[in-house]
């Protein structure tokens, strides 16, 4: 019998024909694809989805922080469970954090509306520069040529510190909603700068005064049904890039966090949020995902504290308060911008960004 030699797979030409379209996944969605294409399939033993089961048992922490500005006791019960959280699982959510959930609720509807408005309008924020001239960043996958396999998301990136952009600057079908939840994030950040301060033991501005909070950049991530769940992944496994994040998912679900090398599910509660960081390890830095679904879109926004973009030759590093003989630096000092350069050029492959920079 003779064998007939497939075509050979050009990846490369076909994330090409992917990314010159300019709508993204959403536009595969839209045109009716019935599988999904070989750009996104992950090879079978690296398979996100169903690589193992998620713990049911396992509950990320959350974390009421009403009445922590009027009550000591409170706000030292609260330091406390920040402290746990951080160190057993890098990640908690939040409630009663002062934003209303109307504003949390219009945030979703804004990403919903960028990403389903007319692809001619839509296009016209579409880029692969990432320099930072751009304010306004939308593609499909920011690792698209590096990135081992393509995500089914598509997203928008947006700076909006330190220097707040313009209402003109931002995509109309979202700018005032963007403009008022970066404002209300910024706040709550300051506070969970405090508490993870306190947590550290340290004074409660010590985080803000190294500039932790100096800058902000807003993600609205859209992630349309999928025909073939098992065969792709959301997002990756990865740690975040940034000092710390909070994140606003919608109630589809999807987020994944490894604890204790188990995958558990982050389910959405409304009106929390989710916060994650990055320390010398005292506080983890946890691997996260997020599946793909036949439900959808699943949409979230990321707001991500980091000086990414700012000017500055600054030198983040451990804290030296907190190193000893027995906790020594794990990990050198570094610029944003070369941290970030690093993340940015190794794309979501599994690997944690951190380990580049460690001693």
């Keep these: 019998m003779v064998q007939v030699s497939q075509p050979e797979y050009d990846r490369k030409a ?3 024909a992917f990314d010159q379209t300019k709508t993204g996944v959403k536009g595969l ?29 396992l509950i990320l922490p959350t974390i009421d922080l009403e009445g922590i500005n009027e009550d000591p006791i409170r706000r030292k019960e609260v330091i406390e469970k920040v402290k746990d959280a951080s160190e057993k699982w890098g990640f908690f959510q939040l409630v009663n954090h002062g934003i209303p959930i109307s504003v949390l609720e219009e945030m979703i509807k804004g990403v919903m509306r960028f990403h389903e408005q007319d692809n001619e309008v839509k296009k016209e924020w579409y880029t692969r520069d990432v ?31 330190p220097n707040p952009p313009q209402s003109q600057d931002l995509p109309p079908s979202c700018s005032d909603i963007l403009l008022e939840y970066s404002r209300q994030v910024m706040k709550l950040g300051g506070c969970v700068l405090e508490l993870m301060s306190e947590a550290l033991g340290l004074n409660p501005n010590h985080l803000m005064d190294m500039g932790c909070a100096e800058g902000l950049a807003v993600l609205g991530h859209y992630y349309p049904s999928c025909p073939q769940p098992e065969l792709t992944i959301g997002t990756p496994t990865h740690s975040d890039n940034d000092f710390f994040t909070i994140l606003l998912q919608d109630q589809i679900g999807g987020l ?21 960081l990055i320390t010398n390890d005292r ?5 996260h995902k997020v599946l793909a679904n036949k439900v959808g879109p699943r949409v979230s926004v990321a707001s991500f504290f980091t000086t990414g973009y700012i000017q500055t030759s600054k030198v983040f590093e451990p804290i030296k308060q907190l190193l000893s003989k027995a906790n020594p630096a794990k990990y050198r000092g570094t610029t944003v911008k ?21 001693i």
Excluded at 339 to 356: E, F, I, P, R, V
Aim: aromatic share 12%; proline share 7%.
């Design 29 to 57: 969605v839209d045109a009716g694809i019935t599988e999904v294409p070989r750009i996104f399939i992950q090879p079978s033993p690296e398979n996100d989805n169903f690589d193992q089961p998620s713990r049911s048992d």
């Design 14 to 16: 076909e994330l090409t």
């Design 338 to 358: 070369e941290y970030l350069d690093h993340y940015m050029d190794k794309g979501l492959d599994g690997t944690s960004a951190l380990l580049h920079f460690q």
């Design 256 to 276: 994944q966090v490894s604890y204790q090398n188990q995958w558990t599910d982050v389910p959405p509660i409304p009106g929390a949020l989710v916060v994650n």
């Design 131 to 161: 320099s930072g001239k751009r304010r306004v960043v939308y593609n499909s996958n920011f690792d698209l040529y590096v990135a081992p396999v393509t995500n089914w998301r598509d997203s928008f990136y947006c700076t909006v510190a």
């Design 283 to 287: 506080f983890l830095s946890s691997q």
